[in-house]
């Protein structure tokens, strides 16, 4: 009985699965697409239109994706009623191109459940609700507002910069706080007018904005929203430069437009389709980035522009892909207090003064003393000082406070759960304190062993003696992870290389490192690299003998130029950022970040040495390995 | 953000230049309901007819579409004003609908009528940069300290605005025209009486006032803003209409407020680009954005109030003998 | 009063009640047939697009259901809008009103949400919209009251003012923490407590218990200006306010009281729509339902009454116009053009209802006033002829 029962669900499930096969294949994929505004909009609206089109197009046409469209559906009833007709008359993707079209939206779907629901700008893909059908698209618009920033700040001649913006809110607050960033670290000098319309659709409004703006002395602009032609306009008929978002303006405006970020929302629509090919309705949530689905168009047909601000566009696009750049979703609006606790100087050329780089690095990123204040305490080697210090800040009503020393991990675990309201952060290290119910503590360290790898591989190759001396402080902490890193690149160069490993028992004593590398000298070696604030004493006696230095923590090549061939850098300004970020957003901790070659976090940077070509080769060729995960750097040396 | 190293006067004066520029669009359409409404007509269509002349005007000059003279495109947005004027007459003077709800309807159908034309005719954002009228300097007077900037650099359109306000006091008070207007907006049943026909009294203002709605859209396409797109008057001509109760009727207390409602939102912009605070805390954009509709409703609230000038009979039909 | 002739006692359906629905009706076909012509230049069967655009708005239940709900706003905010005019103050000013209305009821859910039991909070959360719109429609009738400004330029301005003041709060301090926390931060509240959603009738459809709030206010807002000394003074005041005067009314208070009552109900009506629809403020909110409610009401003849088939004859409208753009995809401009067309005819229209009805009256009561239409605004003075 139970068996005929069990092969007649067989054959039903199998029926089913073949009718939805078939009728998959039969006739066309049919899309449609809900937008805020006009198809013709220029903007954001017109940019998911575009993209439906260009799939349609590229799928075969009408036969093979159908799309529907209703536009200029600002009442958010109307889009409800719009995504049910469409559901209801068995449009097989629904796209609701507009955060506020989100409640509706889930509340559809789970009545019909063989209909794919889209939105965005949302990363909500409904499965927490229980929802299999949802697809969920988010854009960091921040990201294209950045370089254009960063382009529009070289690009002023009169040093001011216009945004026209729509209201504060939505992606449009994304991209202009991106562009702040960008304009903030390219040329700090300039100054950016922003004002709000109130409104997404007036023309005439954006114009007498962007005038405004000209008069009080901008010569280039950008905004956002459909109200944009009529402030392009104005800064045209002015003379100046524009910055687009969302589509493509300079076939509008060819002599203005100087670069524009473009959303390609093509590779979510395909996606989906294939998905729902393969019997998958939702449950994806798309992140559109410079890396997948936001394109930076440079309009270098455009005359007048100096090339170094083409330069810096790519550099800056190149550097946030990689991640050494990371600009903030959010801006503070009142000034955003961080303290740092650490173990030796700001101007340590090593650990201390990368973490201290990092904030100023940031603080000029969004906006100078004005967004960030930075409050710092160097050289606490003395733990209890360094616990006192933290104390200090947490009561002073600081926003981050960080503890930047593996060693104020457990006074800060006493500390953090009486200042809940503060955000702490500790490294290097990897406990957030989660298990021990702590949700204020962020986490963060070095892979140093991966740049340390990329160091050994050119000191190999670069010794002639083939012996290389290293100058460690303890081995712990990232100096041993650097140290393992930098013996697997140079063994894995030359296997027959000799190593002079020998630690100084200390962090800070310069003319201990000095003898001790007088001594790896004395021994034949012609390359050395040293970790801790104590390798300048180090550099110097390689310097006095012509050899050469790796370095690492920090650009050590400013001092002895041509002596450092090239550092490994942490770079923590991206997790500086995200942190903020995240505490602007009210999460205080629980995250546990760690700098990579791959997230940008770690970076080789060269001296003033000449280092032949194949060294470099090589070297990139390393970093390639590693980021591609062909070469493993282990953590620990492999017992010989 | 640091604040811009611009004095005060020069803010001022940039912002008064500015606010000739942007009180243009509003002045004419003020006008042209100015007329309508001594007549005894409300026109609510305005905005939609304003709509319709930007969209005419820049089509005609662009060379994106016809790439005719700026002046070409002017008499287009006039003829296709006083079209939509025409059309209105019928409704609200033959047809004796109530006018209020006549005006939303027309606002409707120019909104529409314009996005679908210049969706089906342009295809997407039409621009005219270069081709429209353009901002004059008078020699001499335009070099002055100042008032050069202020005054004796604006585009032709805004000369031409300036000169309708006297010259519509002089119509309204010096010439028949002006007489039965009066009389045909105070007490058409006793200027019937009186053997003026009210309804061709009616249909000329009506008429007229679409002419300037037009012409009001127009120079914000082919003269403020030389671009059209979907909806670009944004509700300036409702703002027209607020306008003339601003001034009591009055085409000289309509300018006042057409130019303080324009400086005002073009201060409104200055104290955000140079984010002006208060006790050390910005001010929310939208707040700042909402100060020239406060600052209207307040400045009427304690200017001295006078109708004098209030016709009796707007938005009443006249119907003979039902009066 | 024609109204009580249209509405009263009497159930015998006459020739005049005949041509009084007929005419428009004529005139809305008209519209479509000038409609039609547009179709057509846009490349479309006219034919299939009006048969679409019925079937969106009647076609099956789910269709009559959305009608529906989209009438139940608009026929409040129609109510209230009957009161102004009535009263002789002319309201544009809803959209304001309906906004502040939503704002303060969401504000209200959201903070007495979790203190506040089951049905209470919803009455409450109503009621405070109301209270918000009625705030709101209080300024202008205070300054008109009092410093005599003129309530057509008020409202207009204190739209934009309610606009820019819910973006405001939205994008501010009542935004969802949710969109800061994700990043997004579009301008949106939270959503509201479950218990202070109204009930829905039909699920799935969105249709919900608003719409028989709709139908309770017409009731009590007829009832209120026609049978209560209240409403017959408010009634007085914009017949005439100098006769008003001579009888002893105040007549700024009942300017006032009007443009309260205006406001409340568009304040209600925000109220009606965040709960039972939309559950949450969000940019992009009854857009254009305060200029679609003016025109309800003036359909309506001014009548609350006359606002219930004429709020579902405009919902059909709006819902049918969507279904037609998504079905035969023809651009939302032109929707927008043939509601006006739909305005401008109907409104022509009503010479020929008065031609008939005065003829009829002239026979049967020949001092009996015209129709209603619109009655003269306060502000203006009565003409003797």
Not at chain 1, 85 to 107: K, R, W
Not at chain 1, 185 to 197: G, K, Q, S
Not at chain 1, 372 to 400: K, P
Request: proline share 4%; charged share 10%; aromatic share 8%.
């Amino acid at each position: 009985m139970s068996r005929k029962f069990l092969a007649l669900i067989l054959i039903l499930l199998l029926s089913l699965c073949v009718a939805g096969l078939s009728s998959a294949q039969d006739g066309p994929v049919r899309v449609a697409i809900i937008l805020p505004s006009s198809t013709t909009d220029l903007s954001w609206s017109q940019a998911l239109y575009d993209a439906a089109v260009a799939v349609q197009t590229e799928m075969g046409g009408e036969e093979a994706v159908e799309i529907a469209v209703s536009e200029n559906t600002w009442d958010v009833t109307a889009a409800a009623d719009a995504m049910r007709g469409y559901a209801e008359e068995g449009y097989n993707i629904v796209i609701a191109h507009g955060t506020q079209y989100g409640s509706s939206l889930f509340e559809l779907a789970s009545e019909f459940p063989d209909t794919s629901f889209a939105w965005g700008t949302s990363s909500d893909a409904g499965m927490d609700a229980g929802l299999t059908n949802v697809f969920a698209y988010d854009v960091r618009a921040q990201q294209g507002g950045y370089i254009n920033g960063c382009m529009a700040g070289l690009l002023t001649e009169s040093g001011v910069i216009g945004v026209v913006g729509p209201v504060p809110a939505g992606d449009a607050i994304l991209y202009n706080n991106g562009f702040e960033q960008g304009v903030n670290a390219c040329n700090p000098a300039a100054e950016v007018l922003v004002a709000y319309t109130g409104s997404f659709g007036d023309t005439a409004l954006a114009a007498e904005t962007a005038n405004t703006q000209i008069a009080a002395g901008a010569d280039v602009l950008t905004g956002s929203a459909q109200q944009v032609p009529g402030a392009i306009d104005a800064i045209e008929a002015a003379g100046g430069y524009w910055f687009s978002t969302d589509v493509d303006q300079a076939p509008n405006w060819p002599e203005t437009v100087v670069a524009s970020m473009a959303y390609d929302f093509s590779g979510v629509i395909e996606d989906i389709i294939a998905k729902r090919a393969s019997g998958v309705n939702g449950g994806t949530a798309y992140e559109l980035n410079l890396e997948d689905g936001v394109t930076m168009v440079y309009n270098e047909a455009l005359e007048g522009v100096p090339a170094e601000v083409w330069e810096a566009g790519r550099q800056a696009e190149a550097d946030i892909r990689s991640g050494v750049v990371y600009p903030l979703a959010v801006l503070p609006e009142e000034p955003f207090r961080i303290a740092i606790v650490m173990p030796s100087a700001t101007t340590d050329l090593a650990w201390s003064q990368a973490g201290y780089d990092a904030l100023v690095e940031i603080q000029q990123q969004l906006g100078g003393e004005d967004a960030v204040e930075i409050a710092y305490t160097e050289g606490m080697f003395d733990v209890t000082a360094a616990a006192e210090a933290l104390r200090g800040y947490a009561e002073d009503g600081y926003d981050l406070v960080i503890a930047h020393g593996t060693q104020y991990g457990t006074s800060l675990f006493e500390l953090a759960p009486d200042y809940p309201e503060t955000a702490f952060a500790w490294g290097t290290a990897t406990d957030t304190g989660v298990d021990q119910g702590l949700t204020n503590i962020y986490a963060y360290e070095a892979g140093a062993e991966q740049g340390g790898y990329v160091n050994g591989v050119m000191a190999a190759m670069l010794s002639e003696a083939g012996t290389i001396g290293i100058v460690g402080p303890v081995p712990a902490g990232d100096a041993l992870l650097y140290i393992n890193g930098f013996q697997q690149g140079v063994l894995a160069t030359n296997p027959d290389a000799n190593i002079l490993l020998a630690y100084t028992g200390s962090f800070g004593d310069t003319a201990l490192a000095a003898e001790t590398a007088n001594t790896q000298i004395s021994a034949g070696a012609d390359v050395l690299t040293g970790s801790a604030q104590q390798v300048p004493g180090a550099i110097d006696a390689v310097q006095a003998v012509g050899g050469y230095w790796f370095g690492t923590q920090s650009d050590q090549s400013g001092n002895w130029p041509e002596t450092v061939v090239a550092s490994q850098v942490y770079n923590w300004t991206p997790v500086v950022g995200s942190m903020i970020e995240n505490v602007l957003k009210g999460t205080l901790g629980g995250e546990a970040f760690n700098l990579t070659l791959n997230n940008g976090g770690l970076e080789i940077v060269y001296g003033g040495v000449e280092v032949p070509q194949e060294i470099i080769d090589a070297a990139n060729a390393a970093i390639a390995g590693i980021q591609s995960g062909e070469i493993v750097v282990q953590q620990e040396l492999p017992e010989a | 953000m640091t604040g811009s190293s611009m004095t005060l006067d020069q803010i001022l004066v940039e912002a008064l230049a500015l606010m000739f520029l942007y009180s243009t669009p509003y002045l004419f359409a003020a006008l042209g309901e100015v007329f309508a409404q001594r007549s005894g007509v409300l026109n609510l269509g305005v905005e939609g007819i304003m709509l319709m002349g930007a969209f005419s005007g820049i089509y005609v000059i662009s060379s994106k579409g016809l790439g005719q003279e700026p002046m070409v495109g002017l008499l287009v947005a006039m003829l296709v004003g006083g079209l939509m004027g025409l059309a209105m007459a019928v409704v609200s003077v033959t047809f004796k609908a109530e006018q209020g709800i006549s005006g939303i309807g027309f606002t409707l159908f120019g909104l529409g009528l314009s996005s679908l034309l210049f969706k089906s005719l342009a295809g997407g954002v039409i621009t005219a940069q270069g081709e429209g009228f353009q901002a004059v300097t008078i020699p001499i007077l335009s070099d002055l300290p100042v008032i050069g900037k202020i005054f004796f650099q604006q585009n032709v359109l805004v000369y031409v605005a300036f000169a309708l306000v006297p010259i519509s006091v002089w119509i309204l008070n010096r010439t028949t025209w002006g007489l039965q207007i009066r009389a045909v907006g105070q007490n058409p049943a006793a200027a019937d009486a009186m053997g003026v026909n009210v309804d061709r009294v009616r249909y000329s203002t009506v008429i007229l006032g679409g002419v300037l709605a037009g012409i009001a859209g127009a120079s914000l396409s082919i003269a403020v803003t030389p671009i059209f797109q979907e909806n670009m008057t944004a509700g300036r001509g409702f703002i027209a209409v607020a306008l003339v109760y601003f001034g009591g009727w009055s085409p000289w207390r309509v300018m006042a407020g057409a130019l303080l409602f324009a400086i005002a939102n073009n201060l409104q912009i200055w104290a955000q680009i140079l984010d002006v605070q208060i006790v050390g805390q910005s001010i929310p954009p939208n707040l700042l954005i909402m100060a020239p509709y406060i600052l209207t409703i307040a400045v009427l609230v304690f200017a001295r109030q006078r109708k004098r000038l209030e016709p009796a009979a707007l938005t009443k039909p006249f119907m003979r003998g039902e009066n | 009063m024609m109204t009580r002739r249209l509405f009263g006692q009497r159930a015998r359906l006459s020739a005049a009640d005949l041509v009084v629905w007929i005419v428009p009706l004529v005139a809305v076909l008209l519209a479509l047939a000038v409609g039609a012509l547009l179709l057509l230049a846009l490349g479309a069967n006219p034919i299939e697009a009006y048969s679409v655009m019925l079937d969106g708005a009647f076609g099956d239940q789910a269709a009559l259901f959305r009608t529906l709900t989209r009438a139940t706003p608009l026929l409040l905010i129609a109510i209230g809008i009957c009161i102004a005019f009535r009263g002789g103050v002319i309201n544009i000013g809803a959209e304001g009103q309906l906004f502040v209305g939503a704002v303060s009821a969401t504000a209200f859910s959201l903070a007495a949400g979790p203190t506040i039991p089951a049905p209470w909070i919803a009455i409450l959360t109503l009621l405070v919209g109301f209270l918000g719109g009625a705030a709101w429609g209080a300024i202008p009738g205070i300054l008109k009251a009092r410093f005599d400004v003129n309530e057509i330029l008020t409202t207009v301005m204190m739209n934009q003012i309610a606009i820019q003041l819910l973006l405001f709060l939205l994008s501010g301090p009542m935004i969802d923490p949710e969109q800061i926390r994700q990043g997004t931060r579009i301008s949106q509240s939270a959503q509201l407590p479950e218990s202070s959603w109204l009930p829905r009738l039909a699920p799935p459809s969105q249709l919900h218990l608003g719409l028989f709030i709709g139908l309770a206010a017409a009731i009590v807002i007829y009832v209120l200006l026609w049978r209560t000394t209240l409403g017959y003074r408010i009634r007085a005041v914009g017949l005439s306010k100098d006769a008003a005067r001579y009888a002893g009314i105040s007549v700024p208070r009942y300017l006032t009281l009007a443009l309260i009552l205006s406001g409340g109900l568009a304040g209600l009506a925000g109220s009606v729509e965040v709960t039972g629809v939309t559950h949450r403020m969000v940019e992009g909110f009854a857009v254009g339902y305060g200029f679609s409610g003016i025109v309800v009401a003036l359909f309506g003849r001014l009548h609350p009454l006359g606002a219930i088939p004429s709020a579902f004859l405009f919902g059909a409208l709006l819902v049918g116009a969507e279904k037609m753009q998504r079905t035969i995809q023809v651009p939302s401009a032109t929707v927008i053009a043939l509601q006006g067309l739909v305005v401008i005819f109907v409104v022509s229209s009503e010479l020929l209802v008065r031609r008939w009805t005065a003829r009829r009256q002239a026979r049967a009561l020949p001092s009996a006033p015209v129709l209603p239409g619109v009655p003269a605004s306060a502000s203006h003075q009565e003409v003797s002829a």
